[in-house]
């Protein structure tokens, strides 16, 4: 059974079709992919996914249970995490405060500390910037919080939007490494990326979306090698 399953999904703002009848799948313990250039979709898809914007018709699973109505908050609950494009930390709390509003959802003090010292393992700048106000910390490293905080609800999957945006090549190397070691850790991911490259050596399989349809699909592999893939999204 597919963790996450989306069937004929389709999105529209005002008369605009943002997402036309998409259907992908995300098994438990993937790394899946959607590439795809701006404007196609990919953001809208996760928004739509994780409750933040409304569907005109499709269907979406989750762990079995269909969540298409199903409001943001409570998708949390059930085991879904979103970092969203463009980190959105709130800058006037500290790292500490930011890293335990994600986990609001959870009531047991020892497993919030359990899950606050597995997240420092991940991202040791979070812990030496503990008491420092997010708004003060470099991009990479507000990438770094936002991964922690949604780590905080101890998701089953963690749906990421353009982690590498904005930053340096070594940053990016660095994020990706953890998104490789939360996924051998267990977590499910799905991963909304511009760098196709990179997403694609790190995925098990992916979907490709173009101007609000998927286009292609197949392991990552497959994809890497595509000739239309390297011409269109990897500069060959």
Same mark, same amino acid.
């Given at each position: 059974?597919?963790?996450?399953?989306?069937?004929?999904?389709? =999105?529209?703002?005002?008369?605009?079709? #943002?997402?036309?009848?998409?259907?992908?799948? =995300?098994?438990?313990?993937?790394?899946?992919?959607?590439?795809? #250039?701006?404007?196609?979709?990919?953001?809208?898809?996760?928004?739509?996914?994780?409750?933040?914007?409304?569907?005109?018709?499709?269907?979406?699973?989750?762990?079995?249970?269909?969540?298409?109505?199903?409001?943001?908050?409570?998708? =949390?609950?059930?085991?879904?995490?979103?970092?969203?494009?463009?980190?959105?930390?709130?800058?006037?709390?500290? =790292?500490?405060?930011?890293?335990?509003?994600?986990?609001?959802?959870?009531?047991?003090?020892?497993?919030?500390?359990?899950?606050?010292?597995?997240?420092?393992?991940?991202?040791?700048?979070?812990?030496?910037?503990?008491?420092?106000? #997010?708004?003060?910390?470099?991009?990479?490293?507000?990438?770094?919080?936002?991964?922690?905080?949604?780590?905080?609800?101890?998701?089953?999957?963690?749906?990421?939007?353009?982690?590498?945006?904005?930053?340096?090549?070594?940053?990016?190397?660095?994020?990706?490494?953890?998104?490789?070691?939360?996924?051998?850790?267990?977590?499910?991911?799905?991963?909304?990326?511009?760098?196709?490259?990179?997403?694609?050596?790190?995925?098990?399989?992916?979907?490709?979306?173009?101007?609000?349809?998927?286009?292609?699909?197949?392991?990552?592999?497959?994809?890497?090698?595509?000739?239309?893939?390297?011409?269109?999204?990897?500069?060959?």
């Amino acid at each position: 059974m597919a963790m996450l399953k989306v069937t004929d999904l389709s =999105v529209k703002y005002g008369v605009i079709p #943002a997402l036309k009848e998409i259907s992908f799948e =995300v098994g438990e313990g993937e790394v899946v992919a959607l590439i795809g #250039a701006n404007g196609a979709g990919k953001t809208t898809t996760l928004h739509t996914v994780t409750g933040l914007v409304e569907s005109v018709s499709g269907k979406i699973e989750f762990l079995g249970q269909d969540i298409t109505k199903v409001p943001a908050h409570k998708i =949390v609950a059930m085991g879904m995490a979103h970092v969203p494009e463009g980190r959105r930390v709130f800058p006037e709390m500290t =790292v500490y405060q930011n890293l335990m509003l994600g986990a609001y959802t959870r009531r047991d003090a020892d497993e919030k500390n359990a899950s606050l010292e597995s997240v420092y393992g991940h991202f040791p700048r979070l812990k030496e910037r503990a008491k420092q106000m #997010a708004g003060t910390l470099s991009g990479g490293e507000q990438q770094m919080l936002a991964m922690g905080r949604a780590l905080m609800s101890r998701p089953k999957i963690l749906l990421m939007d353009e982690p590498s945006m904005g930053l340096s090549p070594i940053l990016v190397n660095e994020i990706f490494n953890i998104i490789e070691e939360v996924s051998k850790e267990g977590t499910t991911v799905l991963l909304v990326e511009q760098n196709a490259k990179k997403a694609l050596a790190l995925a098990d399989r992916a979907y490709v979306l173009e101007t609000g349809s998927i286009t292609l699909s197949g392991s990552a592999d497959e994809l890497l090698h595509n000739d239309e893939i390297k011409k269109a999204y990897l500069g060959e």
